[in-house]
């Protein structure tokens, strides 16, 4: 299988040489015809110049022509291949270069016909032309001239065409061979980044995730190309990073009630301690807690894959998010804090359980982080929606955690128990519900200064 760069080569070099042929004997063509019509002309005038010649050298006193000047002219005109007879009123031959010189004629026409057929390819014949000769209007005899027809080309024509020709070619040569050069700077200018690209995708295929390749051609195809091994790159990476913290983070979060279980299961199996009411009761905590944390990961998984059936109907924002304050009463009002509502009717066509369930998330960690003040929940019009804002005056999250503060099982605690800080999947399910409204949830925070989560809705969901 032929290659990139050799196939480019071989299609630069084939268009170039092609255009080239196509210029060359275009150029050819029309330098042709042009010197053709040239010579043709040039031809006419010369027939019309021997006949001024022979008519000027007419003696009205001897009624007749000087026959020495005639022979001279005659002669001089054999030479660029123009027979000459001349003939009188009546018909009588007065001079014939044919009689002068037999030989010397038939030499001239057979190098004129050499040259035209076998140097320039023009198949022709002998052409006869008479011309009348005026002497103050009247007649004094006849001209014919004889030469090669349709045309022909003098020696020096014919060196000046074949130059031209061998010109062309000679130019065509060298501009083939530059074609080639030049096509083979510029396909691996071209072949370069996409073998380095393909090279890195092979890399990146047998699990080397950290390469990448130089992504600064100005070319906007080979950067797109370049910057998107590296994105592909970064991204396979960061997957394979959050996968791993995924299986270490359930890992973490199902060995301690597993653990737990497993102790307290054995003690009393082992008659250490009694199945007392309490102890069963905790050991199902622990069970009830372990069967919570599956469903959330199965919930999800169903929303990240878009299993979930969203069972939209139409219902007032503001109502769904007074009952959510009103549930969460009990528990701001044991730590102290207060659950402001700025709300306005704001009619939705969405999931009503799936959205409660978000602002259920979003509430309980507002309130679980928040130690003094309030938590304050606001609707307000966006363009073709509404956008809900819930803001705490908590600690906040700092710059480093807020990039990853949505990521499944992350906590900005990382020695944080799930007694208090939950099992980090909380937020994600809020953002995979938001998404599949066609939503977003954002979050802005000030360490020290509390956090403003927002969930933008369209009103037809």
Not at 58 to 65: A, H, L, S
Not at 83 to 104: C, K, N, Y
Not at 214 to 234: P, R, V
Not at 358 to 385: E, Q, S
Request: net charge negative; aromatic share 8%; hydrophobic share 40%.
């Amino acid at each position: 299988m032929i290659n990139l760069k050799s196939r480019l080569i071989l299609t630069y070099a084939l268009f170039v040489s092609a255009a080239l042929m196509v210029v060359t004997i275009s150029i050819n063509q029309c330098t042709g015809t042009l010197f053709e019509s040239l010579v043709r002309e040039t031809i006419k005038e010369r027939g019309q110049e021997i006949v001024r010649s022979v008519a000027d050298i007419y003696n009205p006193r001897i009624n007749g022509f000087d026959v020495i000047t005639m022979e001279a002219i005659g002669m001089h005109f054999v030479h660029e291949g123009y027979i000459i007879t001349v003939e009188s009123p009546e018909g009588e031959t007065l001079w014939d270069a044919r009689s002068m010189d037999m030989q010397h004629c038939v030499a001239v026409l057979n190098d004129i016909t050499s040259r035209m057929e076998e140097r320039h390819q023009i198949q022709g014949s002998l052409q006869y032309t008479a011309y009348p000769l005026l002497y103050q209007n009247t007649t004094i005899g006849t001209l014919t001239i004889e030469s090669y027809g349709p045309f022909f080309y003098s020696e020096g024509e014919s060196r000046f065409l074949s130059g031209v020709n061998r010109l062309l070619f000679i130019a065509g040569l060298v501009f083939t061979v530059l074609s080639v050069f030049i096509s083979t700077f510029l396909a691996a200018a071209i072949a370069k980044p996409i073998l380095k690209a393909s090279e890195a995708a092979h890399c990146i295929a047998g699990g080397n995730r950290n390469i990448r390749v130089f992504d600064g051609y100005k070319t906007k195809e080979l950067q797109e190309l370049a910057c998107s091994i590296n994105t592909l790159a970064k991204e396979l990476a960061e997957g394979e990073r959050r996968q791993k913290q995924l299986t270490s983070d359930i890992a973490h979060e199902l060995r301690t009630p597993l653990t737990c279980l497993q102790g307290n299961v054995e003690a009393m199996i082992d008659g250490i301690w009694e199945p007392t009411t309490e102890r069963l009761m905790s050991c199902h905590e622990e069970i009830t807690r372990l069967s919570r944390l599956v469903q959330d990961i199965n919930l999800l998984t169903n929303l990240e894959w878009e299993h979930l059936t969203l069972h939209k109907t139409s219902f007032d924002l503001a109502k769904l998010l007074q009952l959510v304050g009103e549930q969460f009463q009990s528990p701001a009002y044991e730590k102290g804090l207060a659950i402001i509502l700025r709300l306005t009717p704001s009619l939705i066509v969405a999931d009503y359980d799936r959205l409660k369930q978000v602002f259920i998330n979003l509430l309980a960690n507002g309130i679980k982080y928040t130690d003094a003040g309030a938590v304050t929940i606001t609707i307000l019009p966006i363009p073709l929606g509404w956008e809900v804002g819930i803001a705490d005056t908590g600690a906040g999250i700092s710059e480093r955690d807020l990039p990853h503060i949505f990521e499944r099982f992350y906590r900005s605690d990382k020695s944080r128990n799930r007694g208090t800080g939950g099992a980090g999947i909380g937020l994600t399910i809020a953002q995979a519900i938001v998404t599949a409204h066609g939503g977003t949830i954002s979050v802005t925070s000030e360490p020290g200064s509390g956090s403003v989560f927002r969930v933008a809705l369209a009103a037809e969901g």
